[in-house]
């Protein structure tokens, strides 16, 4: 049997927030949030397993807890995207905020 599918992935924790974004055959879509100021640009320090990578992000990528687990749990139910949150691919999006060091 062979799935197909997208990834619903999320980083960060605690007060600042969070990064989401579903993986697609398209590539990433990112969730944002109305609440961020997207002229603000966020470093996050992630740990891929084997080092620690940083990544930037505009200030509106930075989403709340509720955000994610609403997004999520549509997401799983239906294999969709929320459509009441705004979800901006990497091709809108213009660079790749993943970097490495």
Do not use: K
């Not at 398209?26 to 084997?50: A, F, M």
């Not at 930075?62 to 609403?70: A, D, G, I, P, R």
């Not at 929320?82 to 091709?91: A, E, G, K, L, T």
């Amino acid at each position: 049997m062979t799935m197909t599918g997208d990834t619903f992935s999320v980083g960060g924790g605690g007060a600042e927030g969070y990064i989401c974004y579903v993986a697609t055959r398209n590539g990433p879509v990112w969730l944002t949030s109305n609440s961020g100021d997207p002229e603000d640009i966020i470093e996050v320090d992630y740990d891929c397993g084997c080092d620690v990578e940083q990544g930037i992000f505009p200030g509106n990528f930075l989403v709340t807890y509720e955000e994610v687990v609403e997004a999520a749990s549509f997401f799983f139910q239906t294999g969709e995207l929320i459509p009441r949150f705004r979800w901006v691919s990497q091709d809108d999006l213009g660079f790749d905020p993943w970097y490495t060091d």
